[in-house]
């Protein structure tokens, strides 16, 4: 709980000096000990703790020197928190609970975030947890059904599903659409995770498993843990995003490998130049990191890769 400590310029005597100031802050052991000695009470150690937690207060210090030059008279302290100055609120945390009124705003503090980040990874694992094989499916939501990448995803799903591999999307209209669509109408499992954003659609018609998350940190964690590959057609900055998270983990060691497969050579064939003739050349990269990706123009050949290490 939290406590606030005034700083005393008053320098503590030895001996009598330092057991009047224990005494003075355990009123409270005074008022149980049925006539007992203050010195007694102060060495009451569990119901000073227990007074403080019940009421925080204010009360002297006597560990200030007399000479300190520090700006700040009080210090505040929230459990292992401490602040001091114009960082002490103005409310407490139990006085938020407590109130009366239809405030919630202390609801967006980040510790409370905390719990609503711990809450949708509690909530992903176990909505995962029994999906079994998956390949992870990336791809722009902007993709219309008679784009060719739209049909070559659908095939996709439908080749995951026939091979027992659920499909994991993002669960939004275009590619994502598209792979769902094949996954759930060849019979197979279709998994949507969704996220949070004013300007798109909820989930696809062709999801069976869904979820949407608040946080892409958090969304992104699933697509990592249950995916053994992953397919990314032509997409944007999510897609890019999504992308080059996973090669960081391989990369880095920090999954096993896991085959990555771009579809569409045409599309991507830009940005590998450009890893291979830029990153690599300038030593950003080692000259393995460009095998970690693979390119093809075949829904099938993608499809194969990417549950290469499902067959084993």
Same mark, same amino acid.
């Given at each position: 709980m939290a406590k606030i400590v005034k700083k005393s310029h008053e320098k503590a005597k030895s001996g009598k000096g330092k057991d009047k100031a224990k005494a003075k802050s355990t009123k409270v052991d005074k008022k149980s000990t049925d006539g007992k000695s203050s010195s007694k009470g102060a060495?009451?150690?569990?119901? *000073?703790?227990?007074?403080?937690?019940?009421? =925080?207060?204010?009360? %002297?210090?006597? $560990?200030?020197?007399?000479?300190? #030059?520090?700006?700040?008279?009080?210090?505040?302290?929230?459990?292992? *928190?401490?602040?001091?100055?114009?960082?002490? =609120?103005?409310?407490? %945390?139990?006085? $938020?609970?407590?109130?009366?009124? #239809?405030?919630?705003?202390?609801?967006?503090?980040?510790?409370?975030? *905390?719990?609503?980040?711990?809450?949708?990874?509690?909530?992903g694992f176990g909505a995962l947890a029994e999906i079994g094989p998956a390949v992870a499916v990336f791809g722009s939501a902007r993709t219309q059904r008679t784009d060719p990448a739209y049909k070559a995803a659908r095939r996709m799903g439908r080749l995951l599903a026939e091979r027992g591999v659920a499909t994991i999307t993002g669960g939004g209209p275009g590619i994502m659409e598209a792979a769902n669509?094949?996954?759930?109408?060849?019979?197979?499992?279709?998994?949507?995770?969704?996220?949070?954003?004013?300007?798109?659609?909820?989930m696809n018609n062709y999801v069976n498993l869904g979820m949407t998350f608040r946080y892409f940190f958090v969304r992104k964690t699933m697509f990592v843990k249950y995916s053994s590959g992953v397919i990314v057609c032509p997409g944007g900055f999510g897609t890019l995003d999504e992308m080059f998270e996973v090669l960081t983990l391989v990369q880095t060691?920090?999954?096993?490998?896991?085959?990555?497969?771009?579809?569409?050579?045409?599309?991507?064939?830009?940005?590998?130049?450009?890893?291979?003739?830029?990153?690599?050349?300038?030593?950003?990269?080692?000259?393995?990191?460009?095998?970690?990706?693979?390119?093809?123009?075949?829904?099938?050949?993608?499809v194969q890769y990417a549950t290469r290490l499902i067959a084993q």
């Open positions: 060495k009451d150690k569990n119901r *000073v703790s227990t007074a403080e937690i019940v009421e =925080p207060k204010l009360e %002297t210090s006597a $560990n200030a020197p007399a000479d300190s #030059d520090s700006p700040y008279d009080d210090t505040y302290y929230r459990g292992p *928190v401490m602040m001091r100055g114009s960082m002490i =609120p103005e409310d407490t %945390t139990i006085g $938020n609970l407590l109130r009366a009124d #239809d405030r919630t705003d202390w609801l967006h503090m980040d510790p409370w975030r *905390v719990l609503r980040i711990q809450a949708e990874f509690v909530d669509r094949g996954a759930s109408l060849a019979g197979g499992k279709s998994v949507g995770l969704g996220i949070e954003l004013p300007h798109e659609q909820g060691h920090k999954v096993t490998t896991m085959p990555i497969v771009l579809f569409d050579t045409a599309y991507w064939q830009g940005l590998f130049d450009w890893i291979q003739s830029t990153l690599m050349d300038r030593g950003m990269i080692s000259p393995i990191d460009p095998n970690l990706v693979t390119l093809t123009d075949s829904p099938d050949e993608a």
